[in-house]
């Protein structure tokens, strides 16, 4: 076919993590181009904390860590269980074994990673589950000056830590910031922040430091990087994906993409069409989300349209949330797994975990709307003494600002029994539960559900409270509540591939030229999340994973 306006070797739509794909092809000698549609570079990625995490990785052997593939194939088992085609076991391998050679590619080509000691697994030490690391599995990018992009520097999409330089894997020492840790912690930080500020960097961390490294990689590959350029449609020839419409300055142009194309642009959590459609009989709506504002499932759709096989497209990665006073979802990660805290549902009882991992969080929500209503919100109580020693949202220990209780977006009450009548919660139903939990509390032993025995739940508890640092009780008033909703950070489910990327069709044969990674795509993980960075993890590996086989050389 002629009428071609743009030639390339590979392409790659989407700016996030999904673009060690693009790195890798022009490292193996390829031409390409990358596509985002929006006027910012670093997808969800840039928004996120930045984490991958790799099993077995290059850095926890050279710290000494100890880990084998075989650990994490059995935490995989454990965890993730049986979740169909998308976490197959020769998925599951290939995502293992290219995640460690991945890490020491992006090293060759410049970017600098710090392992996040003490991050654990999400289910490490959860009953049942084996194979998982305390020590974490987890790494991150170092800070980066976003000077050094000279021009592009203030095309990266905003990180989330504002103006400190902390990384995430501080943030569980940060949330004690009344203990030698958290002071030692947030000393850190501020020296780091400084130093930065009087050299005149601009610093970032998290998921804009990832981003700003794998676009610095790109520009020194000299990788062409198109911004506000949308996919709209894919262009097959005799049955293989040969290129692509990409509709940029008004105009739409047929790219070709000799070697394939790599969809990487993102789920559909932004699309409120597309999550009524998929689900179910679930409460849902885009106004929970904290997902990048592009994330609206164009690619998948397209893909859809030239055959594409999908799963899991009722998934999400769940996060508990809150509604701030001016409408934006607050995620809820550390505040409920410290002591002094429990959720409950409309009839005042407990009905998990809260400590678990927060993707959980909120398929555990979803499940009790379903059995018997009044979880969709859960309200999230705590005491005083929790709003005194710890932060909630973005405000330190002991600040309660008072445009929350003002809105009512915060419920704050001098007894238990006011609170729920607040809530509308079920009072008795309140009182029962808290007398039962405040035992729990003081024998430091959760019968009915076991918090604080991960490792991870404990990582978010406090270790300075004995004897169990995610179990107090409530006792001390005021009492503090806020509506919690099942939130997230974007969707999970999306295209099928195989263990070479490929995008499969209906009848499970690869598409010719088509390869997917990142949350357009079924993920890896199954409906679990295993650790700190999955996602984003998952992205780059399988990015990696695409351009290998689309860009093997040709054996003879």
């Known amino acids: 076919m002629t ?16 673009v060690v794909g693009a790195i890798r ?5 390829r031409d390409v181009i990358v596509v985002e549609k929006s006027d910012l570079f670093g997808g969800s990625t840039c928004m996120s904390g930045g984490v991958l995490w790799l099993p077995h990785n290059p850095l926890m052997r050279r710290d000494g860590v100890p880990d084998t593939f075989d650990a994490a194939l059995r935490y995989f088992d454990t965890v993730v269980g049986d979740a169909g085609p998308a976490s197959s076991p020769a998925r599951r391998l ?4 290219a995640g460690f050679e991945m890490v020491g590619f992006l090293e060759s080509e410049g970017l600098e990673f710090r392992r996040c000691e003490g991050y654990s697994d999400y289910y490490s030490g959860v009953r049942g589950c084996e194979g998982g690391s305390a020590r974490g599995r987890s790494v991150e990018a170092k800070a980066f000056d976003k000077k050094l992009l000279g021009p592009w520097r203030d095309r990266i999409r905003l990180g989330f830590a504002g103006g400190l330089t902390a990384y995430t894997g501080e943030a569980g020492p940060l949330m004690l910031m009344r203990t030698r840790i958290g002071l030692a912690t947030l000393a850190r930080v501020g020296a780091r922040t400084l130093l930065g500020r009087l050299r005149g960097q601009r610093l970032v961390t998290n998921g804009a430091a990832l981003s700003a490294r794998l676009l610095q990689a790109l520009l020194r590959r000299g990788v062409p990087v198109w911004l506000e350029s949308a996919l709209t449609d894919l262009v097959v020839e005799d049955g293989r994906v040969t290129g692509a419409v990409v509709r940029m300055g008004g105009r739409d142009l047929r790219v070709r993409a000799r070697d394939g194309v790599l969809l990487a642009a993102g789920g559909f959590a932004r699309n409120g069409e597309m999550r009524e459609e998929y689900a179910g009989d679930r409460p849902t709506g885009t106004s929970w989300t904290s997902a990048n504002p592009g994330d609206t499932g164009e690619t998948i759709r397209i893909a859809m349209a030239h055959g594409a096989a999908t799963d899991m497209l ?9 509604v701030m006073p001016n409408g934006t979802p607050s995620m809820c990660l550390s505040e409920r797994s410290k002591p002094g805290a429990i959720i409950v549902d409309a009839a005042g009882r407990r009905y998990f975990n809260e400590a678990v991992a927060y993707q959980e969080a909120g398929q555990r929500m979803y499940a009790r709307e379903r059995e018997s ?6 309200w999230l109580v705590i005491d005083s003494r929790h709003r005194s020693h710890y932060p909630f949202a973005m405000s330190p220990p002991g600040r309660t600002p008072k445009e929350w209780t003002a809105a009512g977006a915060m419920r704050r009450a001098g007894t238990l029994a006011e609170l729920a009548r607040q809530c509308g919660i079920d009072s ?3 009182l029962k539960t808290v007398e039962r939990f405040n035992r729990f509390a003081q024998e430091g032993v959760d019968e009915d559900f076991h918090r604080g025995e991960g490792d991870h739940e404990r990582y978010y508890g406090d270790l300075t ?4 640092p995610c179990l107090g009780p409530l006792l001390k008033p005021p009492f503090y509540a806020v509506a919690l909703y099942p939130g997230d950070i974007g969707t999970s489910g999306g295209m099928l591939c195989d263990e070479f990327s490929r995008v499969l069709d209906t009848a499970g044969k690869p598409i010719a030229g088509l390869y997917g990674t990142g949350n357009c795509t079924a993920s890896v993980m199954g409906r679990k999340y295993p650790g700190a960075g999955a996602s984003i993890a998952a992205s780059a590996v399988f990015g990696y994973v695409a351009a290998n086989h689309a860009c093997a050389p040709v054996v003879p």
């Open 94 to 97: 290939a995502y293992l074994e």
């Open 465 to 468: 409270h004995k004897p169990n």
């Open 314 to 322: 009722d998934e999400a990665w769940w996060v508990p949330s809150w």
């Open 3 to 18: 009428g071609w306006d743009h030639s390339t070797d590979f392409l790659v739509v989407g700016s996030g993590a999904g």
């Open 25 to 29: 092809a022009r490292a193996l000698g």
């Open 428 to 430: 008795d139903g309140l």
């Open 373 to 378: 209503g009044g979880a969709v919100p859960s």
